[in-house]
């Protein structure tokens, strides 16, 4: 196992984490997860995207429409500035592609399985961290709201689609979140790659 | 003969004189195609495939239909006040309706005109004129609301309007009701010696603004011009006036307007009548007029100019020529080639058809001049005639083409559209139309280009097409599909007001242009309040003007102090930024102003003068969402 850890990387196997780190850096400018929101009278439906920094509507004017349409129940005003992870989360990115650069100056198979751990840390408290924000939207309502369903939360759901009221909410990694993942991926293949090499060198 | 048989052959006569009537009736609806409910039938959800844009006569208005459904979408108000969205009474539209005589919140218009790019309908603009006191007006289509008014000075009845040549560089407007120019106080006979005079007045078009400025006017002789239309392609650089009353009877026109075989198209050459201003030949004149605009989301700014460039016909030689055209013809139309100018008779029998070539081939030979009227050459008939339709129909009116060598032909008097085919000039079908027909309309059918396909007949006297609704029954038009060989009838709907005439444009070159809302960070009306922080009263001694917003379902502040007699500005911005969410605001008991509708993102002004002490609510009268009837707050009113 210890051999496995120092075992340098393969060229290939080299560049592809010099790939991943690059990718990575497209997670700057592109959404990671998107929830959209269909009703019939929202034809054209309304979305809203989750970006590595802030929050912004599928269109300029969807996120206002989904604060107008939130505001009947007495959930808070969704804004980028309420959510802090928004200022610290460029700085985890950077980490990450931080990772992916260094690993390619020092190429051992102990870095990539780094770099999963912290992929996995990253997806996990990034997912519990959104799921606890959707909690708290869904069931902090202001009790002075003009419509009060009795027993009604309003939480989106983590992935999937979700019916609420007369209203479909979807959610759904976007580019950027499939980015993520994709990286992961590559680390994992990089992961069992190298441990065949280290099998057929053994043998 | 016993009275048994007597009673048999009355029973008879009753029976066959129930069935008469009957039979007419089935040969009638028979030209109905019978799957033409499929064929206007358009299904939840599904779009119409052309706008119709039609005047709204004496409303003043224009209306917005979708065909083949015949659907009325919407009223633009143009030249009348709206009460169902402000248009006219609030801040920013009543300097709309200025003109040289005053505030003129009503007026007649009569003909629908789309802007064009190359001869080809171009889905920007719709101009519509004012009969009454003359005006045009430019309706921009990407908001479907008038931008723009102007007034067209020296000239009575703004009829012969508005008629844009090819690229829309101008819009032509002729005088209806010639007048003393500059008007004057002189005996009505005056007008039987030549003193009233006509006047054919070119109004430019800013090629990216859509800005109107009157270019030129050219005095004419003082006959009453009723319609025109310019040319195409080769044709490019004449408009054609039609003209009746060469008599220049004053009284009893009914027969003295009448008397002569032949009334006149007037061809005018527009080019080089510019080309004759730009050397001088024109003079300065008088004429007082005004210019209302309206930009996006701003008031209507009203200006007033004076002095026009007048030119006579006889300083600018091959500028005009009057075509002789039997009996007062009203349409003048243009073929989609420019070659043919189509008279439309009323009184006559024939529809004669001019020839462009021969025109420009004749128009300046002696030997092809009849006489000349105040330095306009008059040419004979026979030399610029092209050919006649024989016997087509009674009262032909106005020409419209397919675009595939038909033409169209309106009949007032015998109730029909025409078709026929230009060169051979051979009636090849004739189709009822139940009530007497004014003018018609294809799709693209001005055009270079027509898109075909349907055909409008709008009418001018209906009888008995829909349920009776009083005295005053249902303006109406009638759908045809002109597409095969054989036009069928479709189907007909009441329209508003007399639909005079009206432009139809396929819908893919409009309905994706149509704006959604007004933006509010390019809000730059001078009242705009972007925010509900920056809502706000300021009181300026007895003027208190109140910032107020507007979002679904109230508006801030919420409650008003006010003292009797302070006037007092609502300036309310509408905070929304989705589509279709406007919202309205009225005042209990407003004597001088009526409702806004202020669309997403939009600024208007309601003023309002405090009356006796009370409490007043307003409210929003525009249905906005679950809690809209909740959208109402107090005013107080203090002694
Ligand atoms: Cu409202």
């Given at each position: 196992?210890?051999?496995?850890?120092?075992?340098?990387?393969?060229?290939?196997?080299?560049?592809?984490?010099?790939?991943?780190?690059?990718?990575?850096?497209?997670?700057?400018?592109?959404?990671?997860?998107?929830?959209?929101?269909?009703?019939?009278?929202?034809?054209?439906?309304?979305?809203?995207?989750?970006?590595?920094?802030?929050?912004?509507?599928?269109?300029?004017?969807?996120?206002?429409?989904?604060?107008?349409?939130?505001?009947?129940?007495?959930?808070?005003?969704?804004?980028?500035?309420?959510?802090?992870?928004?200022?610290?989360?460029?700085?985890?990115?950077?980490?990450?592609?931080?990772?992916?650069?260094?690993?390619?100056?020092?190429?051992?198979?102990?870095?990539?399985?780094?770099?999963?751990?912290?992929?996995?840390?990253?997806?996990?408290?990034?997912?519990?961290?959104?799921?606890?924000?959707?909690?708290?939207?869904?069931?902090?309502?202001?009790?002075?709201?003009?419509?009060?369903?009795?027993?009604?939360?309003?939480?989106?759901?983590?992935?999937?689609?979700?019916?609420?009221?007369?209203?479909?909410?979807?959610?759904?990694?976007?580019?950027?979140?499939?980015?993520?993942?994709?990286?992961?991926?590559?680390?994992?293949?990089?992961?069992?790659?190298?441990?065949?090499?280290?099998?057929?060198?053994?043998? | 003969?016993?009275?048994?048989?007597?009673?048999?052959?009355?029973?008879?006569?009753?029976?066959?004189?129930?069935?008469?009537?009957?039979?007419?009736?089935?040969?009638?609806?028979?030209?109905?195609?019978?799957?033409?409910?499929?064929?206007?039938?358009?299904?939840?959800?599904?779009?119409?495939?052309?706008?119709?844009?039609?005047?709204?006569?004496?409303?003043?208005?224009?209306?917005?239909?979708?065909?083949?459904?015949?659907?009325?979408?919407?009223?633009?108000?143009?030249?009348?006040?709206?009460?169902?969205?402000?248009?006219?009474?609030?801040?920013?539209?009543?300097?709309?309706?200025?003109?040289?005589?005053?505030?003129?919140?009503?007026?007649?218009?009569?003909?629908?005109?789309?802007?064009?790019?190359?001869?080809?309908?171009?889905?920007?603009?719709?101009?519509?004129?004012?009969?009454?006191?003359?005006?045009?007006?430019?309706?921009?289509?990407?908001?479907?609301?008038?931008?723009?008014?102007?007034?067209?000075?020296?000239?009575?009845?703004?009829?012969?309007?508005?008629?844009?040549?090819?690229?829309?560089?101008?819009?032509?407007?002729?005088?209806?009701?010639?007048?003393?120019?500059?008007?004057?106080?002189?005996?009505?006979?005056?007008?039987?010696?030549?003193?009233?005079?006509?006047?054919?007045?070119?109004?430019?078009?800013?090629?990216?603004?859509?800005?109107?400025?009157?270019?030129?006017?050219?005095?004419?002789?003082?006959?009453?011009?009723?319609?025109?239309?310019?040319?195409?392609?080769?044709?490019?650089?004449?408009?054609?006036?039609?003209?009746?009353?060469?008599?220049?009877?004053?009284?009893?026109?009914?027969?003295?307007?009448?008397?002569?075989?032949?009334?006149?198209?007037?061809?005018?050459?527009?080019?080089?009548?510019?080309?004759?201003?730009?050397?001088?030949?024109?003079?300065?004149?008088?004429?007082?007029?005004?210019?209302?605009?309206?930009?996006?989301?701003?008031?209507?700014?009203?200006?007033?100019?004076?002095?026009?460039?007048?030119?006579?016909?006889?300083?600018?030689?091959?500028?005009?020529?009057?075509?002789?055209?039997?009996?007062?013809?009203?349409?003048?139309?243009?073929?989609?080639?420019?070659?043919?100018?189509?008279?439309?008779?009323?009184?006559?029998?024939?529809?004669?058809?001019?020839?462009?070539?021969?025109?420009?081939?004749?128009?300046?030979?002696?030997?092809?001049?009849?006489?000349?009227?105040?330095?306009?050459?008059?040419?004979?008939?026979?030399?610029?005639?092209?050919?006649?339709?024989?016997?087509?129909?009674?009262?032909?009116?106005?020409?419209?083409?397919?675009?595939?060598?038909?033409?169209?032909?309106?009949?007032?008097?015998?109730?029909?559209?025409?078709?026929?085919?230009?060169?051979?000039?051979?009636?090849?079908?004739?189709?009822?139309?139940?009530?007497?027909?004014?003018?018609?309309?294809?799709?693209?059918?001005?055009?270079?280009?027509?898109?075909?396909?349907?055909?409008?007949?709008?009418?001018?006297?209906?009888?008995?097409?829909?349920?009776?609704?009083?005295?005053?029954?249902?303006?109406?038009?009638?759908?045809?599909?002109?597409?095969?060989?054989?036009?069928?009838?479709?189907?007909?709907?009441?329209?508003?007001?007399?639909?005079?005439?009206?432009?139809?444009?396929?819908?893919?070159?409009?309905?994706?242009?149509?704006?959604?809302?007004?933006?509010?960070?390019?809000?730059?009306?001078?009242?705009?309040?972007?925010?509900?922080?920056?809502?706000?009263?300021?009181?300026?001694?007895?003027?208190?003007?109140?910032?107020?917003?507007?979002?679904?379902?109230?508006?801030?502040?919420?409650?008003?102090?006010?003292?009797?007699?302070?006037?007092?500005?609502?300036?309310?911005?509408?905070?929304?930024?989705?589509?279709?969410?406007?919202?309205?605001?009225?005042?209990?008991?407003?004597?001088?102003?009526?409702?806004?509708?202020?669309?997403?993102?939009?600024?208007?002004?309601?003023?309002?003068?405090?009356p006796k002490p009370g409490v007043y609510p307003f409210y929003c009268t525009d249905f906005c969402s679950a809690l809209h009837q909740e959208m109402q707050q107090y005013i107080r009113v203090s002694p």
């Amino acid at each position: 196992m210890k051999g496995l850890l120092f075992q340098s990387l393969s060229k290939k196997n080299r560049l592809l984490i010099l790939g991943v780190g690059l990718i990575l850096v497209a997670v700057y400018v592109i959404p990671i997860w998107s929830i959209s929101i269909s009703a019939p009278q929202y034809p054209e439906g309304l979305g809203m995207h989750i970006w590595i920094s802030k929050i912004t509507g599928a269109t300029p004017y969807d996120l206002k429409n989904i604060n107008l349409l939130n505001h009947y129940i007495g959930m808070q005003e969704i804004v980028s500035e309420s959510i802090p992870e928004l200022l610290f989360m460029p700085y985890v990115l950077g980490y990450l592609i931080f990772g992916a650069l260094i690993t390619g100056l020092y190429p051992k198979v102990g870095m990539a399985i780094l770099g999963i751990i912290n992929l996995i840390i990253v997806g996990i408290v990034g997912l519990a961290d959104f799921w606890r924000w959707e909690y708290n939207y869904g069931h902090n309502l202001n009790p002075d709201a003009p419509i009060i369903v009795e027993g009604m939360a309003y939480q989106p759901p983590l992935l999937g689609c979700k019916e609420m009221l007369n209203i479909t909410a979807c959610s759904y990694p976007s580019y950027g979140g499939i980015i993520l993942g994709l990286s992961l991926i590559v680390l994992v293949y990089i992961l069992w790659d190298e441990k065949q090499r280290k099998k057929s060198n053994v043998v | 003969m016993n009275k048994k048989t007597n009673l048999i052959l009355i029973t008879l006569g009753i029976v066959v004189l129930s069935i008469i009537p009957n039979c007419k009736k089935g040969a009638a609806t028979a030209t109905l195609a019978s799957d033409a409910a499929s064929r206007v039938y358009v299904a939840p959800g599904e779009k119409d495939e052309v706008y119709a844009f039609l005047s709204g006569g004496f409303s003043g208005q224009m209306s917005v239909y979708g065909i083949p459904s015949a659907r009325l979408f919407k009223i633009i108000p143009v030249f009348s006040v709206f009460p169902e969205n402000g248009y006219g009474f609030d801040e920013e539209t009543k300097d709309m309706l200025k003109t040289t005589h005053g505030y003129v919140p009503w007026d007649d218009s009569h003909h629908v005109e789309a802007s064009m790019t190359d001869g080809k309908q171009d889905g920007r603009w719709m101009f519509l004129n004012a009969n009454n006191t003359p005006r045009l007006a430019r309706i921009d289509l990407k908001s479907f609301e008038t931008k723009e008014i102007l007034e067209i000075p020296n000239t009575a009845g703004n009829h012969a309007s508005p008629f844009a040549t090819e690229n829309t560089e101008y819009l032509m407007a002729a005088t209806r009701f010639s007048v003393p120019v500059p008007q004057a106080s002189v005996p009505i006979d005056s007008f039987s010696k030549g003193g009233f005079k006509g006047t054919v007045t070119m109004v430019k078009v800013d090629k990216n603004t859509g800005r109107l400025s009157i270019e030129l006017q050219v005095l004419v002789p003082g006959f009453d011009y009723d319609l025109s239309h310019c040319g195409k392609k080769k044709s490019h650089d004449w408009c054609f006036f039609s003209s009746y009353n060469s008599e220049q009877a004053h009284k009893m026109l009914e027969v003295g307007a009448s008397k002569k075989d032949k009334d006149f198209i007037l061809a005018f050459n527009w080019v080089r009548a510019k080309e004759c201003k730009d050397q001088g030949k024109a003079y300065n004149f008088g004429g007082e007029y005004v210019n209302n605009f309206r930009e996006e989301n701003k008031p209507a700014v009203s200006t007033k100019l004076s002095g026009v460039k007048m030119l006579n016909p006889k300083d600018c030689p091959g500028m005009m020529y009057y075509m002789p055209t039997p009996k007062s013809p009203h349409g003048t139309d243009v073929d989609s080639t420019g070659e043919y100018i189509v008279g439309g008779g009323k009184l006559a029998s024939v529809i004669p058809v001019h020839s462009f070539s021969k025109m420009i081939e004749v128009k300046d030979k002696k030997e092809h001049h009849s006489t000349e009227i105040d330095g306009i050459p008059v040419l004979k008939y026979e030399s610029t005639l092209a050919g006649e339709v024989q016997k087509p129909c009674l009262g032909p009116l106005h020409t419209e083409f397919d675009g595939q060598g038909y033409a169209y032909t309106s009949c007032f008097v015998s109730s029909e559209v025409v078709k026929w085919k230009l060169g051979t000039w051979e009636v090849v079908q004739h189709l009822p139309a139940y009530y007497s027909v004014g003018h018609l309309s294809i799709v693209g059918g001005s055009s270079t280009e027509p898109y075909g396909k349907y055909l409008i007949a709008m009418n001018k006297i209906t009888k008995d097409r829909f349920l009776p609704v009083g005295m005053e029954l249902p303006q109406s038009a009638q759908l045809y599909d002109i597409s095969s060989g054989k036009a069928e009838l479709l189907s007909d709907f009441p329209t508003v007001g007399e639909p005079h005439y009206s432009q139809m444009i396929p819908a893919k070159l409009i309905m994706d242009k149509t704006a959604k809302l007004y933006p509010l960070e390019e809000n730059k009306h001078p009242y705009a309040t972007k925010t509900e922080n920056e809502a706000k009263i300021v009181k300026l001694g007895s003027t208190t003007h109140i910032y107020m917003t507007a979002i679904r379902s109230h508006f801030k502040p919420d409650i008003i102090e006010a003292r009797t007699g302070e006037t007092l500005y609502f300036h309310v911005t509408n905070l929304e930024q989705d589509y279709d969410i406007p919202h309205g605001f009225a005042i209990g008991g407003a004597p001088n102003m009526t409702n806004l509708l202020i669309m997403p993102g939009e600024t208007r002004t309601f003023k309002w003068v405090a009356p006796k002490p009370g409490v007043y609510p307003f409210y929003c009268t525009d249905f906005c969402s679950a809690l809209h009837q909740e959208m109402q707050q107090y005013i107080r009113v203090s002694p």
